[in-house]
T-cell receptor, first 113, second 112 residues
Framework: DGGITQSPKYLFRKEGQNVTLSCEQN?????MYWYRQDPGQGLRLIYY???????QKGDIAEGYSVSREKKESFPLTVTSAQKNPTAFYLC????????????FGPGTRLTVL | GENVEQHPSTLSVQEGDSAVIKCTYS??????FPWYKQELGKRPQLIID?????GEKKDQRIAVTLNKTAKHFSLHITETQPEDSAVYFC???????????FGAGTILRVKS
């Protein structure tokens, strides 16, 4: 399955709670990405990181935070400031030195109750 | 920044017919154009990609064409089969390499 995993597969959150989505890869990729997918829309970039201890905002970063303390891991926190967090979240990684191809994880479906 | 538009949003074809999905992009500096297939509830998977130094690329029943002057690229699927039914996304690399901008997707239905 490409060596990139996400957990949990399904996540339920009450309004006002922060939640953290896990993304791990064993592909030795330098770059990692978080996307949000809503019905009828493409993938929108939340945050990305091209190297450990560095990350940049994507197009819809408000209400989200990330960290990149290890090459293999890029967790995403959905904070209470994100007004409409219910969505399908996809993590991806790529080897920036050789190709632009991004490999995706299986996704986490977050539902706010 | 980069903007990618994708058409049509839905496409129904009869099994065995061809399907064509078109995308346009805005940033002339973009140089990498992948196509992803996503089945219901699954992760997107790369099916074909093309770089700006190539005008066409084929892989069995799938081909992609690129017109840099007009800033558009297209996915062609020949001899469609029911298992081709899925959502297809085009994307373009922005000015800074690996950051991809995606189109809104096309739902392809192949009727048997």
């Amino acid at each position: 399955d490409g060596g990139i995993t996400q957990s949990p597969k399904y996540l339920f959150r009450k309004e006002g709670q922060n939640v953290t989505l896990s993304c791990e890869q064993n592909l030795n990729h330098d770059a990692m990405y978080w996307y949000r997918q809503d019905p009828g829309q493409g993938l929108r970039l939340i945050y990305y990181s091209q190297i450990v201890n560095d990350f940049q905002k994507g197009d819809i970063a408000e209400g989200y935070s990330v960290s990149r303390e290890k090459k293999e891991s890029f967790p995403l926190t959905v904070t209470s400031a994100q007004k409409n967090p219910t969505a399908f979240y996809l993590c991806a990684s790529s080897n920036v030195a050789t190709t632009n191809e991004q490999f995706f994880g299986p996704g986490t479906r977050l539902t706010v109750l | 920044g980069e903007n990618v538009e994708q058409h049509p949003s839905t496409l129904s074809v009869q099994e065995g017919d061809s399907a064509v999905i078109k995308c346009t992009y805005s940033d002339s500096a973009s140089n990498y154009f992948p196509w992803y297939k996503q089945e219901l509830g699954k992760r997107p998977q790369l099916i074909i990609d093309i770089r700006s130094n190539v005008g066409e690329k084929k892989d069995q029943r799938i081909a992609v064409t690129l017109n840099k002057t007009a800033k558009h690229f297209s996915l062609h699927i020949t001899e469609t089969q029911p298992e081709d039914s899925a959502v297809y996304f085009c994307a373009a690399s922005g000015k800074y390499g690996n950051k991809l901008v995606f189109g809104a997707g096309t739902i392809l239905r192949v009727k048997s």
